[in-house]
Structure formats: C-alpha cells, structure tokens
C-alpha cells in the first residue's frame, strides 16, 4: 500500500510502498478515502523520533481518517466490512497512522460511522479538531451571551470552536495572524482581531475594558500566549489544550487556566455528527491535497499557517 511514512528515525518521511497490515483481535481494517493534517501528526513523529513513547517503524503519519472497513479482527462486534467510518485512529504503539491506503485499531477508540451524506475527505477532517473544540466548549462552560475570546482562532480546533460556541449563542472574538475576518464572521464571530497587527491588544482592551469571560488559547506554542491571560476579566477560565496538563492552575486575579486533554470517544463525534447533519455545523476543510503533498501540508501545519482544516486525500 501507499503510505507517508518515516523508514526509519532520522530520516524524514517519504511517500513509500509498505505491505497492507492485518487486523489483530479486537481491530477493525479500514481502506482510507482521505486523512486530514493534525499538528498531533508531527509532534507524535517527534516523539517517537526521541524515543519518548512506544512506537513502530516504518512510522505511518496521520491519526484522522475516514474509509471503509475493509476486515474485522476476533471479536470486533461494532463494526462489520462495508461500514463508512471516521475517527481518530490513534494507538500505542504508535506509526500505524492515516497517511496510508490501508490502517488497522482497536474498534474500541474514537470511532464512528461516518454520518449520512458527508464524503469521505470531510469526514476525516472533523475527529480530533472537532472533538477537541467540543471538549473544550464544555469544560470552559459558558452561557448564552457571555464572551470568549479564541487565539488561534483561524485553525482546526478554532474553526469548530468558533461554530460550536455561536451556536450555544456564546459571542466569540476570534483573534488570528493575518486578514480572516470575514472567513471567522462567516463561521459565527461576532469580533475579529487580527493578532499580528501591532497594537491590536489596545483595540481589544477599548472594546472590553473589563475583560472577556473566558479564553481558549489555541496558539501552537507550549505556554499559554502572552495576551490571553491578561484580557480575560477577573475569574475567568482559560483553556488551551496547547499548555500542559500540569499548568493547571488559578492566577493572583482569580483566573483559573484549565489545560484540556482531549478524550476521543464515540460519544464526542456523535454530537458531532448531529450537529453536521442537522447543518449547524460546517466542517471547515480549507485545504484539499494529495497524499503525494503531505510534506508540504506538514510544513505548513509546523508554522500555523493553514487555514481551517487540510485534507490528504489517498
Ligand atoms: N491536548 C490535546 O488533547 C490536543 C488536542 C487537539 C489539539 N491540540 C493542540 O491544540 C493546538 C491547536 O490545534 P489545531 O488543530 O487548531 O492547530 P492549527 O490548525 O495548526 O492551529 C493552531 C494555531 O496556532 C497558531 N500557531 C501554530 N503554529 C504557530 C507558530 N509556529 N507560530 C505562531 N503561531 C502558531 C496559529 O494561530 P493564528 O491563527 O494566530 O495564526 C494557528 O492557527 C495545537 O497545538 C494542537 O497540537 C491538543
């Protein structure tokens, strides 16, 4: 089968011929229509580069995909060959990712049939941004007029999330680098605030001289970015599921920094699925490219410069 996939640690990845895997007990095999580009993708490879977690190589990128299933290990009772399915396919060990014809999990992970209607390069971009966004609209848990302000806000997490909080009637104020407004507005926000423009956190502050409710800070750097605690009212929450788990935490001002860690579960991607079916939600593919650009894709995923979500398609 194609795959993307590093031969072996340090070379990089590489479009290459691999032998089509074998569903274990419990696995369901699934012939892949398209992946989509997470930042989880190449900060795994990273990992198992250094040999932080448990992995095998030839190393196959990718943890979103949507297909068919294919074959069915033992045991596997959710899943029968012929089914649509989307989800998140990651699993220790890690390097049997989406970037490839073929991908076998457990059927017990966050997947799903893929909702009615829906191809398979959009569906395999909604599992882990979508999910995410999800989880993380929940955690912060707003109400209906209340303010959020999303850094990052143009991206795959932030494209969802924008959707999902204007829809519970939350005002959202999406910041991103660069001109996305009317890409931003067009998803539900009611502000926009272009976070490279010099000066752009004293519009901000002349906007919402007490503060926004909450953050969700999105920006992909390991600490929460500089404005989001500081333009935040007095006890506000921020969540990130950039910041580590253990950075949890409550600030002189009474803010609570709430990092998210996202649970895939079936349960997440048919709240999910409702949502697209039912039109609420668009799932913002920006980007659709062969498996062949998939360095690229990454390239441009390691700066933060896509827009919305990025579709392998295989
Ligand atoms: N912990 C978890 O369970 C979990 C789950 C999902 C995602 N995540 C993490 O959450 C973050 C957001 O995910 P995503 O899918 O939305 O990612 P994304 O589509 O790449 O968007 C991330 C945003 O971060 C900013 N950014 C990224 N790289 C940057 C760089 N080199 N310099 C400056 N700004 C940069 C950009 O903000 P602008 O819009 O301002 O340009 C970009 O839009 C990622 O770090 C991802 O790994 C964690």
Excluded: C
Aim: net charge neutral; no cysteine; aromatic share 6%.
């Amino acid at each position: 089968m194609r795959a993307f996939a590093v031969k072996a640690f340090p070379s990089p990845p590489e479009l290459m011929d691999l032998p089509k895997p074998v569903p274990g007990p419990g696995e369901i095999l699934v012939h892949l229509g398209a992946a989509s580009v997470n930042p989880m993708d190449w900060k795994l490879t990273g990992l198992a580069e250094g040999g932080l977690v448990p992995h095998v190589v030839p190393f196959v990128l990718g943890i979103d995909g949507a297909g068919v299933v294919e074959g069915v290990g033992d045991g596997v009772s959710r899943f029968k060959i012929g089914d649509g399915v989307f989800g998140q396919f990651a699993h220790t060990p890690y390097g049997t990712g989406t970037y490839a014809e073929f991908t076998t999990a457990p059927e017990t992970l966050g997947i799903s049939k893929t909702p009615r209607g829906i191809y398979t390069g959009p569906a395999s971009a909604v599992p882990t941004a979508g999910m995410t966004a999800l989880a993380a609209v929940d955690a912060i848990g707003l109400r209906k007029g209340q303010t959020l302000l999303i850094q990052g806000a143009k991206g795959g997490v932030g494209s969802f999330a924008t959707q999902i909080a204007s829809n519970l009637g939350i005002l959202v104020v999406a910041a991103s680098r660069g001109d996305h407004g009317t890409y931003m507005r067009k998803l539900g926000a009611y502000e926009y605030f272009d976070s490279s423009r010099i000066g752009w956190t004293r519009d901000y502050r002349g906007a919402h001289p007490s503060g926004v409710d909450a953050a969700l800070d999105l920006v992909g750097t390991e600490s929460l970015s500089d404005p989001s605690a500081s333009l935040v009212r007095d006890g506000a929450v921020v969540g990130s599921p950039v910041v580590a788990p253990g950075a949890s935490g409550t600030t002189e001002r009474g803010i609570r920094i709430l990092p998210i860690q996202l649970q895939p579960s079936t349960s997440l991607l048919d709240r999910l699925s409702a949502e697209i079916s039912s039109g609420r939600l668009r799932i913002p593919v920006e980007s659709t490219v062969p498996l062949s650009e998939a360095a690229e894709a990454i390239s441009l995923s390691r700066q933060g410069l896509g827009r919305g979500k990025t579709v392998l398609t295989i």
